[in-house]
């Protein structure tokens, strides 16, 4: 009996899970990248207008290919989608060495010693074109101490550099020492110097004229500042009203001839106190003395015109003030 039983049949075990396959993403990305980083790179080797900048703003194309592979391998079930870091920090650093490559011809443009020799040559033809400018008036050109001309071109060109719309000029014109006794003379120069410039058609954009008069630093600073545009239009009178004018004395500068004068004769009166205390064995001077000392170093630091100059000049009139 025994010999005829059969073993029961074991139950069917399940069938063990297909492992999946792994997908890291991004290898197909950082593979076409460099495809495209190489032909490009050569293609600027040897195509000299190539604008490679223009096709490095289309890097973000690169996201949407990456996009795309991972959309693609997470619809098969049979596909673990990772991300190969290793392959995107590849894509990061070849976009980092495309946009320097890009970079470079735009920085040699800006940098190059092709801007800066037509610069060059730009400030000394204009210079001399300024100089030639005022020949018709050589009073007011011999006024002129020194007059420099500075370019910048807002533009860049392949081949070379030429003055065109939107580039700045910037004229700058230090007038003689000891020239002028005020503001107002010192802007009708100024005025006078733009017309002529202006006349000649001369292409200048900004201007900045200086004057001092009085030692370098016990004097006063003119000083005038205005753009072309700005300065069509008005007149001398008008441009007065903008000069800067500063008052110095040993290097400290004053905002007002008043507090200059106040700060001068301040520590001109230590000077007299002390000077006199030294001469009789510390004894204080009186007020009247001291007065009198400082008006006189006073004087003496700034003198007053000459009473000829005045007399010179015809008296006002009431005929003549009307």
Same mark, same amino acid.
């Given at each position: ?21 792994v ?13 495209? =980083? ?14 490679l ?14 996009? $795309?592979? &991972? ?24 976009? &980092?060495?495309?946009?320097?490559? $890009?970079?470079?011809p ?51 060109e ?6 065109? /719309? ?37 292409? &200048? ?5 200086n /004057? ?58 230590e ?22 000392? &400082? ?16 007399? =010179?000049?015809? =008296?006002?009139t ?5």
């Amino acid at each position: 009996m025994e010999e005829n039983k059969t073993a029961a049949p074991n139950a069917a075990e399940p069938a063990a899970p297909r492992p999946k396959k792994v997908r890291r993403v991004g290898t197909v990305a950082f593979a076409l990248l460099l495809i495209a =980083a190489g032909i490009l790179l050569l293609v600027q080797q040897f195509v000299p207008d190539f604008d490679l900048l223009a096709i490095v703003r289309f890097a973000p194309v690169l996201l949407i290919v990456l996009g $795309a592979e &991972v959309l693609y391998y997470s619809a098969k079930p049979d596909v673990e989608v990772k991300f190969g870091w290793l392959s995107v920090l590849g894509c990061a650093f070849t976009l &980092v060495v495309v946009g320097c490559a $890009a970079l470079i011809p735009l920085m040699w443009d800006y940098a190059g010693p092709a801007r800066d020799q037509a610069r060059t040559r730009y400030n000394g033809e204009l210079q001399n074109a300024a100089y030639e400018a005022l020949t018709d008036d050589p009073d007011l050109k011999a006024r002129v101490n020194m007059l420099y001309a500075n370019v910048w071109f807002n533009h860049t060109e392949q081949g070379g550099y030429t003055l065109q /719309s939107g580039d700045t000029v910037e004229l700058a014109v230090e007038l003689l020492p000891n020239t002028y006794a005020d503001a107002e003379t010192f802007a009708a120069d100024c005025y006078a110097i733009t017309q002529a410039l202006q006349e000649a058609g001369l292409p &200048v954009t900004d201007y900045q004229f200086n /004057s001092q008069t009085g030692r370098s630093d016990s004097g006063v600073h003119y000083s005038l500042h205005y753009l072309a545009s700005f300065a069509e239009g008005l007149t001398a009178d008008q441009l007065a009203g903008r000069v800067a004018c500063t008052w110095q004395y040993e290097g400290n500068v004053y905002d007002s001839q008043a507090e200059r004068d106040n700060a001068v004769k301040a520590i001109l009166r230590e000077e007299v106190i002390a000077a006199f205390q030294d001469a009789n064995n510390g004894e204080y001077p009186g007020e009247d003395t001291i007065r009198q000392e &400082v008006e006189q170093r006073f004087a003496e630091l700034y003198p007053q015109p000459a009473a000829q100059d005045a007399e =010179a000049l015809p =008296a006002a009139t009431p005929e003549t003030a009307a």
